[in-house]
């Protein structure tokens, strides 16, 4: 009972998971039954084929010693010499006269002119029995003893051979033509299921690839502070792509297998069972060594899953930033510790390989054995007549493939456990909730003033180790508004909160006169430009870094974006202008063309708020003068918002801002707050 209640938890997850990726397969349902009957007639024609091929060896091959009836010449299949015969069983029940083939082991004798009697006694006669009661050889064949009375069997020629089993040929070729019509449908069967399970399977991941993804787009900027971008890589692609096989062959194929087990196991008691009880009577070590499997696979690769997340994310993250692991010569230290990593990864996937290295050939030795037992057992019974050869062949071809569907199963439930612990962890990142609530009746800007108010704003990244403390402050349409302080006094979670990625957890701020989060964040970041420090440049070219793939930006609004910035003047000395490639983050640019590039970004979109980060940070003198000579003209009618750590860059402000841990300290302008003798004026005068 204590075992049942702790394995709860774990089912359950697993059947609320499974639920959720059948889901996603519910649009395809009709499609999926019809891939179910495909599996089983597919099953039919698979446990059927053994017994065609042991029907011709009992009926046709082997069928020496079979009655041929005297029938009206006119209906006679076989005309041999003035012989009038059928191997019909209907023909033969209302015959009187017979024939019978006998065979001694190098020739074939026909005996005529048998009655019903005589014919049974003579039929009983095998090959052995027939080789004891020859009595004497003659000139055209045999003379054969067979309860106390004598027979006149005549050698056969190749010619009256053929003749006589003429009907038999003609058996084989319909049966050899029904074999190769079983074969093309099962094939056809095949090829349908695994066309239409791997679409299913391919729709299935390209959708939920796609939902992870716009998923992803939609948490706030906390969520991507605390998860590495290797791991989320991982979710998206090698977790996704991991359920591609429980939809596209484990699920039916678990089915499949399971159906073949219970037809093999019907076939075989119903052709003969006690051969049968022979054969199961190695499935409990098939079972013990599937439990085992099962057990320990589910472990490993769930070890290997975990290990394959944590290399993505150290190598998402060394790659980005090989450039510091060269300039301090780290290559050593960080290849040392890449190896320990990988170590791990393989030393998990080489435990993997071991149990399967242990299990296939497991399942293999007992098949064999069980193989090897059965033609012991069968063949004896053949030699001792009770037991046709046909029987023999179908149990010896069913008992090679009764096993492998059980070794299926075992690997299936496997591949089952990987997808749902992918699914799981999928789900765990689909399920991450953006606390930033969109409003469920927004309300709408209509023309954006600019007016932005802090209201008593406390924030905090983390409980209650606030950033922001009792923060206010009003900038009004058309200012120039700069915040400085020490690193850490919060001047960048201010700018993160006007556009609303984070939630405040104190106060209010308003974008005119109305709550931020009372307005849509799509609206409020749409009047909004926000230009970084760190620039971000996607590959693809200059012109599609500019507009970002939005086409209601023309062409001439990309050039007149980087003329007013002054980008104009690098981008047009490029090779291909605005065409020019752009490797991933811009690396074949300069940090200050970059930066330009990001101006030129924001004001293609023509916010009616600038928000400018130490956005000229990583620019020199003379691109610096040349963007302040265009911001002049830019910051006309906008809002404008800037944080700076070089104080000349911002004494132009209409207000200055001075945060000092977590607090508004000071404000006026540049000349105002020289005159206050305080905070600001020490920074100032530290930056002379």
């Not at 349902?29 to 009957?37: N, S």
């Not at 053994?50 to 020496?64: F, R, T």
């Not at 393989?346 to 007992?366: D, H, N, W």
């Not at 008992?399 to 075992?410: C, H």
Request: glycine share 6%.
């Amino acid at each position: 009972m204590a075992r049942m209640q702790k394995e709860t938890p774990e089912s359950t997850a697993q059947r609320g998971v499974l639920r959720r990726l059948f889901g996603y397969a519910k649009p395809y349902l009709k499609l999926g039954i019809f891939c179910l009957a495909l599996v089983l007639l597919a099953t039919a024609l698979e446990l059927y084929r053994p017994i065609l091929i042991g029907d011709a060896i009992d009926n046709l091959i082997e069928d020496y010693g079979k009655l041929y009836a005297y029938v009206d010449p006119a209906a006679a299949p076989i005309h041999l010499d003035d012989l009038a015969l059928s191997k019909d069983e209907a023909a033969a029940e209302h015959a009187e006269t017979f024939a019978l083939l006998l065979y001694d082991g190098q020739d074939y004798y026909l005996v005529r002119d048998l009655d019903r009697e005589q014919a049974e006694a003579l039929q009983e006669l095998g090959e052995e029995s027939l080789s004891e009661a020859v009595v004497r050889e003659t000139e055209t064949g045999l003379i054969v003893t067979a309860a106390g009375r004598e027979y006149d069997a005549a050698r056969m020629t190749r010619e009256d051979l053929t003749e006589l089993r003429k009907t038999d040929y003609a058996g084989l070729v319909r049966i050899a033509w029904i074999y190769t019509l079983v074969l093309v449908v099962t094939m056809v069967c095949t090829f349908l299921r695994q066309w239409y399970l791997n679409k299913i399977g391919q729709n299935v991941i390209f959708t939920l690839r796609q939902e992870v993804f716009e998923h992803l787009h939609g948490l706030s900027a906390r969520f991507f502070d605390t998860n590495p971008v290797g791991r989320l890589v991982t979710r998206a692609t090698n977790d996704v792509e991991s359920l591609h096989m429980m939809y596209a062959r484990v699920l039916i194929e678990l089915f499949a297998n399971s159906v073949l087990i219970v037809g093999y196991a019907i076939v075989m008691v119903s052709i003969n069972a006690r051969l049968a009880l022979l054969c199961f009577l190695f499935l409990p070590v098939i079972f013990a060594l599937t439990y085992w499997f099962r057990r320990l696979a589910r472990k490993v690769y769930r070890i290997v899953r975990t290990k394959l997340s944590e290399l993505n994310s150290f190598l998402s993250e060394n790659i980005s930033g090989m450039n510091l692991i060269q300039i301090f010569t780290r290559e050593p230290e960080k290849y040392e510790e890449f190896r320990e990593r990988t170590g791990d990864l393989f030393k998990s996937q080489m435990r993997e390989l071991y149990i399967m290295a242990i299990f296939r050939p497991g399942i293999f030795f007992v098949a064999n054995l069980a193989l090897a037992l059965l033609v012991w057992r069968s063949g004896v019974s053949v030699l001792g007549g009770t037991l046709t050869l046909g029987t023999m062949y179908v149990f010896t071809n069913y008992i090679r493939s009764f096993f492998e569907p059980i070794q299926e199963l075992a690997e299936q439930f496997s591949t089952l456990q990987n997808a749902l612990a992918s699914g799981e962890k999928i789900f765990s990142v689909l399920d991450e909730t953006n606390p930033i609530k969109e409003p469920e009746q927004p309300k709408t800007l209509g023309s954006v003033k600019g007016r932005i108010e802090f209201d008593h704003v406390w924030f905090a990244y983390d409980g209650e180790d606030f950033v922001l403390k009792d923060v206010s402050f009003v900038i009004e349409p058309g200012q120039q508004v700069a915040f400085v302080g020490a690193t850490g006094a919060g001047k960048s979670s201010i700018l993160n909160l006007i556009g609303r990625y984070y939630e405040i957890q104190k106060g209010k701020i308003t974008l005119d006169g109305v709550d931020i989060r009372e307005l849509s964040t799509k609206e409020l970041r749409r009047a909004i430009g926000q230009v970084q420090q760190d620039v971000f440049l996607f590959t693809g070219d200059i012109k599609g870094n500019i507009r970002l793939l939005d086409e209601s930006i023309t062409d001439e609004q990309v050039r007149s974006a980087a003329t007013a910035v002054n980008a104009d003047r690098f981008i047009s000395q490029l090779p291909q202008g605005y065409d020019e490639p752009v490797t991933e983050r811009g690396s074949t640019l300069s940090a200050g063309q970059r930066q330009l590039i990001s101006f030129a970004r924001t004001l293609a979109y023509d916010p009616r708020i600038l928000v400018m980060d130490e956005a000229t940070a990583n620019i020199d003198t003379e691109t610096e003068q040349l963007i302040q000579s265009a911001l002049v003209k830019l910051m006309e009618g906008r809002t404008t918002i800037m944080v700076a750590h070089r104080l000349s860059t911002i004494q132009h402000a209409d207000n200055i801002i001075v945060m000092h841990k977590g607090r508004v300290r000071e404000s006026g302008t540049h000349q105002q707050l020289l005159e206050r003798n305080g905070i600001y004026k020490k920074l100032y005068e530290l930056q002379q």
